[in-house]
């Protein structure tokens, strides 16, 4: 795994110029204007003129005497240089100065332009998503057709996390699909870094599973016996394959009636497929993967218990001891606490990049934000202190001490070890993908969605809100951020000033989650990398499952 797949921050220019059609003016910072005073006393009589004399006019002829149209000239010239000074120090067209901020991010991009407004903006403008005109899609067209009986099976052994696999099975119903096969439901991954124990009915409502996709797939809890001691073909299914690839595999059925799948994550195509086959994921995932009972009904419980505080916002903490020793990123960390993270990445087989410096990832916008970075985040977007913030994520790394430091920001931090009791919570201990998918419950039914870092549950808690009706989601440009940090850090920049605010806002603007067709791949990458560089079907649905609302018209 890339440290960088999925991952690709923008530049704090990028992320304005991404989000204005066409090219704006710079606008230029307002030279303040002093005038001198100018002494505008005259005498009070003329005759001190030297061309009066005794009241009366002299003959005394000058050598600077002009003929009419010579005055003419020279007043119209007054005149346009008074015009032209005007508008040089007053000008008419702003109500307040334009703040010059070269020394903050780089202006060579022509679109930027800082609006100066208050540091805590209005607080529909925090909350609200605007209504677009969108509304979820997931109909079968015309063309598509009951499921074939078939005695071909497909078993699958999920791997990953809890989303992960989430994504992982719903490509996997798809696959089936494309290949005429029978699912049997599919293992849940118990070797991973959790070692979780939950079986597939533990985690989701497996009955409903079944019953919601029987128009799709046929899926069936186990094989038959007499296919249970049948050689299976193995076989690990492509990244990203085609529907074409998955056509052509169908032959692996002449060898034996079952086909196995070792893996499941990432196995079908971002793009290029047929809408009905894009539309039965999302129906899988958005439906058919309904989490079983007790899950589904604390996970409600929980968002009750915050909505009765008002709005809340659903923060994604990325800041597992996993996911540092993962990227690398020890900003802010102690030297032993480096050393801990370096000797997990290095003794952790299926991590491939062992040598990692910090500090290029850190200011290339591929590590997490500190809890104390959030902090300094939400308060320049005007959160209000009072606000109260769901931290979905597993142990923090440095625990309650290192918590602390948002905290000191916004004291309404609650997790769900704080906002259930331990009896709820009982039944879920050591199972990691049964407690996360409480923080997916929490973090989708959110006022606002907010990911510290872009990872699997990022990626599927935006899309779903996106198929839910874009509801507001705020990804932080972590390397337009880092940039604004390290000035604060040097004494460039206050951090609590409303400049700091203006300038993280204005960064923010098109990263909330409004309507767009999904990323493709970055320019200039060929052959098979590039399916890498695409942006998820999962984090964003559009345009196969999310479609124009029809106007109607009284």
């Known amino acids: 795994m890339s440290l960088q797949q999925n991952n690709r921050p923008l530049t704090f220019s990028a992320s304005i110029s991404r989000s204005r059609k066409g090219e704006a003016k710079m606008a230029k910072s307002r030279v303040p204007f002093s005038s001198s005073a100018v002494s505008s006393s005259s005498s009070s009589s003329s005759n001190r003129h030297p061309r009066f004399k ?42 307040s100065p334009k703040i010059q901020i070269e ?56 791997n990953g996390g809890l989303n992960q696999m989430r994504t992982g099975i719903s490509d996997m119903v798809s696959i089936a699909r494309m290949m005429n096969a029978t699912l049997v439901i599919p293992q849940l991954d118990k070797r991973s870094f959790w070692q979780d124990s939950s079986l597939f009915s533990d985690v989701f409502d497996e009955p409903y599973f079944i019953k919601a996709l029987e128009g799709d797939v046929r899926i069936i809890k186990e094989l038959p016996k007499q296919l249970a ?34 893996k499941s994550d990432s196995r079908l195509a971002n793009n290029d497929l047929p809408v009905d086959i894009q539309r039965l994921r999302c129906r899988t995932l958005y439906n058919a993967l309904r989490f079983s009972a007790p899950i589904e009904n604390l996970g409600k419980k929980l ?11 659903a923060l994604h903490l990325r800041y597992e001891k996993d996911m540092l020793a993962f990227t690398g990123c020890t900003y802010g960390l102690t030297d032993a606490e480096a050393e801990e993270l ?88 050591n199972h990691e993908s049964q407690n996360a998918a409480l923080d997916y419950i929490i973090s989708v039914e959110s ?16 899309g779903h809100r996106r198929f839910l009706g ?24 206050q951090e609590r000033e409303s400049l700091v605010s203006s300038i993280i806002t204005q960064m923010h603007k098109s990263r909330q989650g409004a309507p767009r067709k999904r990323y493709g791949a970055l320019p200039g990458i060929k052959g098979r990398a590039r399916f890498r560089t695409e942006e998820s079907f999962y984090e964003n649905p559009f345009p196969e499952c999310i479609c124009k609302t029809k106007k109607t018209y009284f």
């Not at 209504?131 to 899609?137: G, L, V």
């Not at 218990?305 to 008002?310: A, D, N, P, Q, S």
């Open 229 to 262: 001691s049948v050689p299976r073909v193995r076989k690990h299914f492509t990244t990203w394959g085609s529907y074409e690839y998955y056509q052509e595999l169908t032959a692996l059925f002449k060898d034996s009636q079952v086909l196995h799948a070792p």
């Open 447 to 462: 006022d606002v969605f907010i990911p510290s870092y872009s990872g699997n549950m990022a990626r599927a808690v935006e």
């Open 303 to 313: 968002v009750e218990r915050l909505k009765l505080h008002g709005r809340y916002i």
């Open 54 to 95: 005794n009241g009366t006019k002299s003959t005394y002829a000058s050598p600077f005497s002009i003929s009419t149209s010579q005055k003419l000239a020279f007043l119209i010239l007054t005149t346009l240089a008074f015009f032209f000074f005007s508008f040089v120090f007053f000008p008419f067209h702003s109500s």
């Open 103 to 158: 020394d903050v991010v780089d202006l060579s991009n022509p679109t930027f332009s800082l609006e100066t407004k208050s540091p805590f903006a209005q607080e529909d403008r925090l909350w609200d998503s605007p209504e677009f005109e969108f509304r979820s899609c997931t109909k079968p067209t015309k063309k598509y057709k009951v499921p074939q009986v078939s005695d071909h099976y497909i078993t699958v052994r999920s």
């Open 470 to 493: 874009h509801r507001k989601t705020i990804n932080p440009d972590r390397k337009g951020l880092v940039e604004i940090f390290e000035r604060i850090e040097k004494g460039e920049l």
């Open 342 to 429: 370096k000797y997990m990445r290095e003794n952790t087989k299926h991590w491939k990049l062992k040598n990692i410096n910090s500090t290029e990832q850190r200011i290339g916008g591929f590590c997490p934000l500190t809890p104390k970075e959030v902090g300094v985040f939400l308060h320049a977007l005007g959160f209000a202190s009072s606000t109260w913030i769901y931290v979905a994520a597993g142990q923090i790394y440095g625990g309650s001490t290192r918590l602390s430091d948002l905290k000191a920001y916004f004291p309404n931090l609650v997790t769900k070890d704080t906002l259930a009791t331990p009896a709820e919570l009982k039944i879920f201990s």
